[in-house]
């Protein structure tokens, strides 16, 4: 091997090897603990592959792997299916809302004049230099009966003092938590999508005789899609899995799956239980991943 | 100046052009018409004070520099922009205040504009279902159109997948397709190579005939608008510098500033010694020992200070002075030599120090004694060759 095409295979190696480092293997030992069975010990399950005993117990360990935590998972009488499916409703939601109050915002950035632009798409980005945790907690502080927006509305004399605003520890106040948190990923792809349309094309439509809002459907919309499907893929699935907004602003009853594992894990103490609840959590959200990447591949061979 | 002047246009469509001239019929309605159309951008004057009368089935092109105002004033036309002040008139309607979507112009865009997401097909029949034309109709015209194009195999392909040549193909068809009153082009050919654009020059010049459509060009290249227009109107800052015949502008132009942007051109300052009805002497002021005699009527007098503008091509060099010694003459010695294979420019540099430029054909593969650096040369030309230009 020449030292030039050793550099590539280098090069090449690289984010290969960073994959299977912090992906592949931590996801292996997931995917291995999920097949395991809970245990008082330390680690809290067995088996544990023990590579100096040998062969023999290592052939003994693995057949002591079973798939009885999925069964638990997926069973009709615990409340994990209805809370992936509460989950992906949520996410599901929340995308949409995201999208309706994204395109607008985007859009208007696009048509800005191009001075401004740049300190629009700053601003876009300007809550990111604050921690994600302390404003979500600052939203507990606007949203509570006590809170800013209720004092607001009774200032204005909008509500009577004696009957404020229930949102926080709402699914409401976890819809607010998820389109605050995730504009920017539903604005940014959205933006770069309209700002690169040639704004003739909305010429040559009306020249051929069709009035702006009908442009914007014809033209505009379909072209603006790979921005659409970005933006909704980019906050969808990290919504699915979303811990923190729910577990600040949602209440008791608010069902999401992250919170579920966290239940599991930390109050439930079951490690193997939760590592099948992020399996099938990872297997929920592999089919718009690659639906994603779909999308990409096309938008790239478009060009 | 008489019919019959647009001597590249003949050789495709011949008589029906050579009388057409509605411009010097009195009674010819024009179809399109500015009045006094004023357009700012800010303190900028884009359009100032304008006026233009443009007759149906004329090939009418706005010629001049980037930021002269055609485009401007095309994009009026379309409804893209609103005039300041003045109207604007399509058969007679005012047009000022109706949306683009709504005038019965088409235009064909530099970009091209096509829609990425669309293929051939849709993009030509995009204008035809806005109008709400039935599906049958509508196949029918975009048939009829890639045909026109040549484009029927490509009916299928997205704008991407085109060449540039073809991609301007289905921007023409695009536009030509709702026949509209006139046709607009936005520096059609911009974007194509020479060769393309030449041809294309033509196919356009048929097109416009078959169809017996108006089109209104915008373009920066002189040669192109001489080829293809019926008149043309040179513009700058915003104003008409002169609207006429393409061989009118070319022999006759009206200013320096005509002279110098359409074609070739040696510019010579001159002051006028005498004026006789159709006849003026003027001395150049680069050989102050020389009259030139000009056959023209010319509003100057005598004293008065003047250009004559003459083209490299009716200017003779010879090693000889001429035997004709009526013939406006000039001494001077080659400075440098352009050989193009037709054409030979040779750069003459004056007594004086200034120089002018005179092309010659090659007519033969051989010449006896060829004309080389440094070589004393006379430079002549007959009374009709020159122009006296007082603006």
């Given at each position: 091997?020449?030292?030039?095409?050793?550099?590539?295979?280098?090069?090449?190696?690289?984010?290969?090897?960073?994959?299977?480092?912090?992906?592949?293997?931590?996801?292996?030992?997931?995917?291995?603990?999920?097949?395991?069975?809970?245990?008082?010990?330390?680690?809290?399950?067995?088996?544990?592959?023990?590579?100096?005993?040998?062969?023999?117990?290592?052939?003994?360990?693995?057949?002591?792997?079973?798939?009885?935590?999925?069964?638990?998972?997926?069973?009709?009488?615990?409340?994990?299916?209805?809370?992936?499916?509460?989950?992906?409703?949520?996410?599901?939601?929340?995308?949409?809302?995201?999208?309706?109050?994204?395109?607008?915002?985007?859009?208007?950035?696009?048509?800005?004049?191009?001075?401004?632009?740049?300190?629009?798409?700053?601003?876009?980005?300007?809550?990111?230099?604050?921690?994600?945790?302390?404003?979500?907690?600052?939203?507990?502080?606007?949203?509570?009966?006590?809170?800013?927006?209720?004092?607001?509305?009774?200032?204005?004399?909008?509500?009577?003092?004696?009957?404020?605003?229930?949102?926080?520890?709402?699914?409401?106040?976890?819809?607010?938590?998820?389109?605050?948190?995730?504009?920017?990923?539903?604005?940014?792809?959205?933006?770069?999508?309209?700002?690169?349309?040639?704004?003739?094309?909305?010429?040559?439509?009306?020249?051929?005789?069709?009035?702006?809002?009908?442009?914007?459907?014809?033209?505009?919309?379909?072209?603006?899609?790979?921005?659409?499907?970005?933006?909704?893929?980019?906050?969808?699935?990290?919504?699915?899995?979303?811990?923190?907004?729910?577990?600040?602003?949602?209440?008791?009853?608010?069902?999401?799956?992250?919170?579920?594992?966290?239940?599991?894990?930390?109050?439930?103490?079951?490690?193997?239980?939760?590592?099948?609840?992020?399996?099938?959590?990872?297997?929920?959200?592999?089919?718009?991943?690659?639906?994603?990447?779909?999308?990409?591949?096309?938008?790239?061979?478009?060009? | 100046?008489?019919?019959?002047?647009?001597?590249?246009?003949?050789?495709?469509?011949?008589?029906?052009?050579?009388?057409?001239?509605?411009?010097?019929?009195?009674?010819?309605?024009?179809?399109?018409?500015?009045?006094?159309?004023?357009?700012?951008?800010?303190?900028?004057?884009?359009?100032?004070?304008?006026?233009?009368?443009?007759?149906?089935?004329?090939?009418?092109?706005?010629?001049?520099?980037?930021?002269?105002?055609?485009?401007?004033?095309?994009?009026?036309?379309?409804?893209?922009?609103?005039?300041?002040?003045?109207?604007?008139?399509?058969?007679?309607?005012?047009?000022?205040?109706?949306?683009?979507?709504?005038?019965?112009?088409?235009?064909?865009?530099?970009?091209?504009?096509?829609?990425?997401?669309?293929?051939?097909?849709?993009?030509?029949?995009?204008?035809?279902?806005?109008?709400?034309?039935?599906?049958?109709?509508?196949?029918?015209?975009?048939?009829?159109?890639?045909?026109?194009?040549?484009?029927?195999?490509?009916?299928?392909?997205?704008?991407?997948?085109?060449?540039?040549?073809?991609?301007?193909?289905?921007?023409?068809?695009?536009?030509?397709?709702?026949?509209?009153?006139?046709?607009?082009?936005?520096?059609?050919?911009?974007?194509?190579?020479?060769?393309?654009?030449?041809?294309?020059?033509?196919?356009?010049?048929?097109?416009?005939?078959?169809?017996?459509?108006?089109?209104?060009?915008?373009?920066?290249?002189?040669?192109?608008?001489?080829?293809?227009?019926?008149?043309?109107?040179?513009?700058?800052?915003?104003?008409?510098?002169?609207?006429?015949?393409?061989?009118?502008?070319?022999?006759?132009?009206?200013?320096?500033?005509?002279?110098?942007?359409?074609?070739?051109?040696?510019?010579?300052?001159?002051?006028?010694?005498?004026?006789?009805?159709?006849?003026?002497?003027?001395?150049?002021?680069?050989?102050?020992?020389?009259?030139?005699?000009?056959?023209?009527?010319?509003?100057?007098?005598?004293?008065?200070?003047?250009?004559?503008?003459?083209?490299?091509e009716?200017l003779r060099v010879e090693l000889d002075p001429p035997a004709d010694?009526?013939v406006?003459c000039?001494s001077g010695e080659i400075w440098d030599i352009g050989y193009l294979g037709d054409l030979s420019i040779y750069h003459v540099?004056?007594?004086?120090?200034?120089?002018?430029?005179a092309a010659k054909p090659n007519l033969t593969r051989m010449v006896e004694r060829p004309i080389s650096w440094e070589d004393k040369v006379y430079v002549s030309?007959?009374?009709?060759?020159?122009?006296?230009?007082?603006?």
């Amino acid at each position: 091997m020449t030292g030039k095409a050793r550099g590539r295979w280098l090069v090449v190696a690289i984010p290969y090897l960073w994959l299977l480092a912090l992906f592949l293997i931590p996801f292996l030992i997931v995917f291995k603990i999920s097949l395991s069975q809970d245990a008082i010990a330390q680690p809290p399950y067995t088996p544990v592959f023990d590579l100096a005993a040998g062969w023999e117990a290592f052939k003994q360990s693995l057949g002591e792997l079973s798939i009885d935590n999925y069964g638990y998972v997926l069973s009709w009488d615990n409340e994990f299916i209805e809370a992936y499916g509460s989950s992906l409703w949520i996410a599901g939601i929340s995308t949409v809302l995201l999208l309706l109050v994204g395109y607008p915002i985007a859009y208007a950035m696009a048509r800005a004049p191009k001075s401004i632009r740049p300190t629009l798409l700053m601003l876009v980005i300007l809550p990111f230099w604050t921690s994600f945790l302390i404003r979500v907690y600052a939203w507990i502080g606007i949203l509570s009966p006590e809170g800013l927006l209720n004092q607001l509305l009774i200032a204005l004399g909008i509500l009577s003092p004696d009957a404020p605003l229930q949102i926080l520890a709402t699914d409401t106040a976890v819809y607010i938590g998820i389109v605050y948190s995730y504009l920017p990923f539903m604005i940014l792809p959205l933006y770069s999508a309209l700002e690169k349309m040639d704004e003739t094309l909305l010429e040559a439509a009306a020249d051929l005789g069709c009035p702006p809002l009908s442009a914007f459907w014809k033209i505009t919309w379909p072209l603006s899609l790979p921005g659409v499907f970005a933006g909704c893929l980019l906050c969808f699935i990290p919504a699915v899995g979303e811990f923190v907004i729910p577990d600040l602003l949602g209440g008791s009853d608010t069902l999401m799956i992250g919170k579920v594992l966290w239940t599991e894990f930390s109050v439930n103490r079951s490690w193997t239980v939760s590592s099948a609840v992020a399996v099938l959590l990872l297997l929920v959200l592999v089919v718009p991943i690659v639906f994603y990447q779909n999308v990409q591949q096309r938008e790239l061979e478009g060009r | 100046m008489s019919a019959g002047v647009a001597e590249k246009t003949q050789k495709t469509i011949g008589g029906i052009r050579r009388k057409f001239a509605p411009w010097n019929d009195p009674s010819a309605v024009p179809l399109i018409r500015f009045q006094n159309v004023t357009k700012r951008f800010g303190d900028f004057i884009a359009i100032e004070n304008l006026s233009l009368d443009i007759y149906e089935r004329e090939f009418f092109a706005l010629l001049g520099p980037s930021g002269c105002g055609k485009t401007t004033l095309m994009r009026m036309l379309a409804g893209f922009e609103e005039p300041n002040e003045g109207r604007i008139t399509l058969a007679g309607e005012d047009l000022v205040g109706t949306p683009p979507y709504r005038r019965p112009v088409n235009m064909m865009f530099q970009s091209y504009a096509l829609f990425p997401h669309m293929s051939v097909w849709d993009n030509i029949a995009f204008g035809l279902r806005q109008d709400g034309m039935e599906k049958g109709a509508v196949a029918a015209r975009v048939e009829e159109m890639l045909k026109l194009v040549k484009l029927g195999q490509f009916a299928k392909r997205k704008p991407h997948q085109l060449s540039g040549g073809q991609r301007q193909r289905v921007a023409l068809a695009r536009s030509l397709a709702k026949r509209p009153k006139v046709l607009l082009l936005d520096e059609p050919l911009g974007a194509l190579d020479k060769k393309l654009r030449e041809e294309t020059q033509f196919e356009l010049m048929d097109l416009q005939m078959e169809l017996g459509m108006t089109f209104l060009i915008v373009t920066h290249d002189q040669e192109e608008a001489m080829t293809v227009a019926d008149r043309i109107a040179v513009m700058n800052h915003g104003k008409l510098v002169q609207v006429d015949q393409p061989a009118v502008i070319y022999e006759h132009p009206n200013s320096r500033y005509v002279a110098d942007f359409v074609g070739d051109v040696n510019i010579l300052d001159a002051t006028v010694v005498s004026v006789e009805p159709g006849l003026v002497t003027v001395r150049p002021v680069a050989a102050p020992d020389r009259l030139f005699r000009i056959a023209q009527e010319c509003p100057a007098k005598a004293g008065d200070s003047v250009a004559i503008a003459l083209r490299p091509e009716k200017l003779r060099v010879e090693l000889d002075p001429p035997a004709d010694t009526s013939v406006n003459c000039l001494s001077g010695e080659i400075w440098d030599i352009g050989y193009l294979g037709d054409l030979s420019i040779y750069h003459v540099e004056l007594p004086g120090g200034s120089r002018v430029k005179a092309a010659k054909p090659n007519l033969t593969r051989m010449v006896e004694r060829p004309i080389s650096w440094e070589d004393k040369v006379y430079v002549s030309f007959s009374p009709d060759a020159g122009v006296v230009l007082t603006s």
